[in-house]
């Protein structure tokens, strides 16, 4: 287990510092001052796994105890036991999740509830209360990752691409859980005690209720992590898309006060989540994982009251008489005043037989951890000549038996920064190969074999894995009012000419030819496709959010 956040520790005593902190009385008095004060009584449920209850509880006098209740593989745990001055509540209370663990009173006595919106309050209001908890939240979600998974089994094959895609998921969120693979002994045991056939795969096993057939959608409605109508009930901005210019313009938004509503189709990072390492991203000299950067964002985003909403994919968009309405692909509407349109580039497939055969079962558009380890002392093939490519190389290069980087142009410099190319080609586990091309898979149920063709040869080579990164085409079918450029990019502002729609004003910087609708990050035409520029991007069209809402 590492920590995504260094100053919180990467082992469970340094954790156990930020996990459990006792409040002086002066920050106690503060914090009580949200809530209203109740009597406990021995034995009384505070909340318990899957209550959507997210009421910060503060102990004055009590004694209560959060534990992993029991099932049919493992016994009830404790998990924390919280005294006067101390505090129960974890990421949850941030992302509207629901419990994943219980609570009871085990001494009697006084506590405090402070419920969602007074803690959306508090931590708007109050900058070192709000630290402490975030802090805590975050070191106790690390924690449960690490002692209580079991209150979340996952059975099922990992290797497969829904596996995979529950993994992704599970990982994104930052979700404690147990994952068994079903050919273990204790993945054949769970599979016995719940009933589970084969064909019921993946499957969820929680304390409360087995779930079969699962796919993220699934989860996340299960976890209460999919979109949930606002306070308000009007957005005032909704973004659909949470990469880097999304997460960015989430960051803004609700900071400055916006009612601000993130939308993602798969889970909060986009691309950039699956990069295995960025370099040059200003701050951060020795570099850091895009999942680490990206994840870093979405905590931060919520810290200022925005709401997530994942996998909730994005049906259309129109314009009524009071702003927009967005559908989500299962019907639910979004009444909002502004949107920004973050949604990217979807991943460019090779025009190959069989390849969605192998899509997740060799053949993967992302090189983090989970792809390393399923290729682990295996040779590999990379496919592309851009950053992204590379970055990739290098990484499945400390894992992989041997990389292969195969680049379909004759020149590695031509679209690579000279910092990477002249890494890959001072790698000894790296072979390059330019002016070749991937032109067959082979496999039975799994990608083991490739033929690479140059101008000179064809011949087969071993390949467990082909990491995919030739580029990406804008994922703008679900717009239908938006002018777009031939290839489906988003036209804004000085690039609209006679398609901006509306009177009395031009558009502003990042708005597209629909009045308070606006785009930023990758989607955009003439974009820099890299993942700074789309944090500027995103944090810039907030301010012309702003005048929008403005001038109404």
């Known amino acids: 287990m590492v920590s995504s956040f260094p100053e919180l520790g990467e082992s469970p005593a340094e954790m156990s510092v930020w996990a459990f902190p006792v409040l002086t009385p002066e920050q106690f008095a503060r914090l009580a001052g949200y809530g209203t004060r109740h009597q406990a009584e021995a034995g009384e449920i505070l909340y318990d796994v899957g209550d959507e209850n997210c009421d910060l509880i503060l102990v004055e006098t009590a004694t209560a105890e959060v534990v992993r209740t029991p099932t049919a593989t493992a016994p009830e745990e404790l998990f924390l036991t919280a005294g006067a001055g101390q505090f129960l509540g974890e990421m949850n209370l941030l992302t509207g999740q629901t419990r994943l663990l219980s609570a009871r009173v085990s001494a009697p006595g006084l506590i405090h509830r402070i419920d969602e919106a007074a803690f959306r309050l508090l931590m708007a209001r109050d900058t070192e209360l709000s630290d402490l908890l975030l802090h805590a939240f975050l070191a106790r979600r690390l924690l449960l990752a690490d002692r209580s998974g079991r209150n979340l089994e996952i059975i099922g094959d990992e290797s497969t691409g829904a596996g995979i895609a529950l993994q992704t998921f599970l990982k994104r969120q930052e979700q404690p859980h147990l994952w068994l693979a079903h050919t273990s002994e204790a993945g054949r045991r769970a599979m016995t005690e719940a009933g589970l056939a084969a064909t019921d795969l993946p499957a969820v096993v929680t304390p409360r209720e087995t779930l079969r057939s699962v796919n993220p959608g699934i989860l996340s409605q299960h976890l209460g992590l999919t979109y949930r109508r606002t306070p308000k009930g009007v957005a005032d901005l909704t973004i659909v898309g949470a990469g880097p210019a999304g997460l960015a313009a989430a960051v803004y938004g609700a900071s400055e006060g916006l009612e601000t509503v993130l939308l993602d189709a798969v889970a909060t990072g986009g691309q950039a989540a699956a990069s295995s390492?960025?370099?040059?991203?200003?701050?951060?000299?020795?570099?850091?994982?895009?999942?680490?950067?990206?994840?870093?964002?979405?905590?931060?985003?919520?810290?200022?009251?925005?709401?997530?909403?994942?996998?909730?994919?994005?049906?259309?968009?129109?314009?009524?008489?009071?702003?927009?309405?967005?559908?989500?692909?299962?019907?639910?509407?979004?009444?909002?005043?502004?949107?920004?349109?973050?949604?990217g580039a979807a991943y460019r497939n090779l025009p190959l037989e069989r390849w969605p055969d192998f899509v997740g079962s060799g053949i993967y558009y992302a090189a983090t951890d989970l792809e390393a380890q399923a290729v682990a002392g295996l040779p590999v093939t990379v496919v592309g000549g851009a950053n992204s490519a590379g970055q990739a190389a290098i990484y499945l290069a400390r894992r992989a038996r041997k990389v292969t980087l195969v680049v379909r142009g004759p020149d590695l410099y031509a679209k690579m920064s000279s910092y990477l190319v002249e890494r890959i080609l001072a790698d000894p586990g790296i072979e390059v190969r330019t002016s070749t091309q991937v032109t067959a898979l082979h496999g039975s149920t799994r990608l083991d074999e490739i033929t690479l063709t140059s101008p000179d040869m064809s011949a087969a080579c071993g390949c467990f894995g082909l990491f995919c990164f030739i580029g990406a085409a804008p994922a703008t079918s679900w717009l239908s009012d938006v002018a777009l450029d031939p290839k489906g990019f988003v036209l804004t502002d000085v690039q609209l000419g006679s398609r901006w729609t509306g009177a009395g004003r031009d558009p502003l910087p990042f708005e597209t030819s629909v009045p308070g609708v606006f785009a930023a990050g990758d989607v955009r035409l003439d974009s820099m496709k890299r993942v700074a520029a789309a944090v500027g991007e995103g944090a810039s069209a907030v301010r012309s959010v702003h005048r929008a809402l403005a001038l109404g």
């Not at 994840?295 to 009251?305: P, S, Y």
């Not at 709401?307 to 909002?336: F, K, M, N």
């Open 277 to 343: 390492r960025i370099e040059n991203y200003m701050g951060f000299p020795f570099g850091l994982s895009g999942a680490a950067l990206t994840g870093r964002a979405a905590v931060q985003a919520l810290k200022f009251g925005a709401h997530l909403g994942s996998p909730c994919g994005v049906g259309s968009l129109r314009t009524s008489a009071d702003g927009h309405v967005i559908t989500l692909v299962d019907g639910t509407e979004i009444p909002t005043r502004t949107v920004l349109i973050a949604t």
